[in-house]
């Protein structure tokens, strides 16, 4: 079975300040790791992906995340924030042969000015 | 533009009525989903479709209905048994790499 948890469900930062949101997972499986950001009223758009490789991958909006095998997690980290980065955030994980992804519930960024 | 539509964006519903939201895509995804979200429960699998005229039920199917009968079109009913509908709704399909695409929601609000 997979799982996610995401361990924040609100995060304030101020603008320009760096940011991480924290993903947890498990499975007992190889697995693939998504980062998606949902802006208010929206659907979801896809920041970045871990499928294999380098474990530090780099997303849109220059947003990155670290794939950390060890400690089953796969945090997302922004240097330097903007007012325009606030938005909820969803990690979710597919293993091994799984057909559907598994997602966190969401992690809400707000930036303050 | 290719992409996953949705349809309509806002629907009100009198209790008892059914409801069918539109799912529609030209991404020649073989699979497609159906979510549900609620403030602070992320989004929960309703039912999805691996192939045309095949579909399995997710986490919290009961009181819903779906059809696959052609590839491009994935609708979703929400039936007067579930008991509460009021929610968005997200409909999605997945690439060959895993990852998925999103329609801009449906919000379902029950008067």
């Known amino acids: 079975a997979q799982s996610v948890t995401q361990l924040d469900s609100q995060v304030p930062v101020f603008e320009e300040a760096p940011v991480e949101l924290r993903c947890n997972y498990s499975?007992?499986?190889?697995?693939?790791l998504f980062w998606y950001v949902q802006y208010p009223n929206q659907g979801l758009q896809l920041l970045l992906k871990?499928?294999?490789?380098?474990?530090l991958v780099k997303g849109i909006n220059g947003f990155e995340a670290e794939f950390n095998k060890s400690q089953t997690s796969f945090h997302l980290r922004k240097p330097s924030v903007h007012i325009s980065d606030t938005a909820e955030f969803f990690c979710?994980?597919?293993?091994?042969?799984?057909?559907?992804?598994?997602f966190g519930s969401g992690t809400q960024l707000t930036v303050l000015p | 533009d290719g992409g996953i539509t949705q349809s309509p964006k806002y629907l009100f519903r009198k209790e008892g009525q059914n409801v069918t939201l539109s799912c529609e895509q030209n991404?020649?995804?073989?699979?497609m989903y159906w979510y549900r979200q609620d403030p602070g429960q992320g989004l929960r699998l309703i039912y999805y479709?691996?192939?045309?005229?095949?579909?399995q039920k997710g986490d919290i199917a009961e009181g819903y209905s779906v059809s696959r009968e052609k590839k491009e079109s994935f609708p979703l009913t929400v039936t007067s048994a579930q008991k509460n509908p009021t929610a968005f709704y997200l409909c999605?399909?997945?690439?060959?790499?895993?990852?998925?695409?999103f329609g801009e929601g449906s919000r379902l609000t029950v008067l």
């Open positions: 979710a994980v597919r293993s091994g042969s799984a057909r559907q992804l598994t």
């Open positions: 499975s007992s499986v190889s697995v693939y």
């Open positions: 871990y499928l294999s490789g380098s474990t």
């Open positions: 991404l020649n995804h073989d699979a």
């Open positions: 479709s691996q192939i045309v005229n095949d579909f």
């Open positions: 999605a399909g997945r690439h060959s790499t895993g990852e998925l695409f």
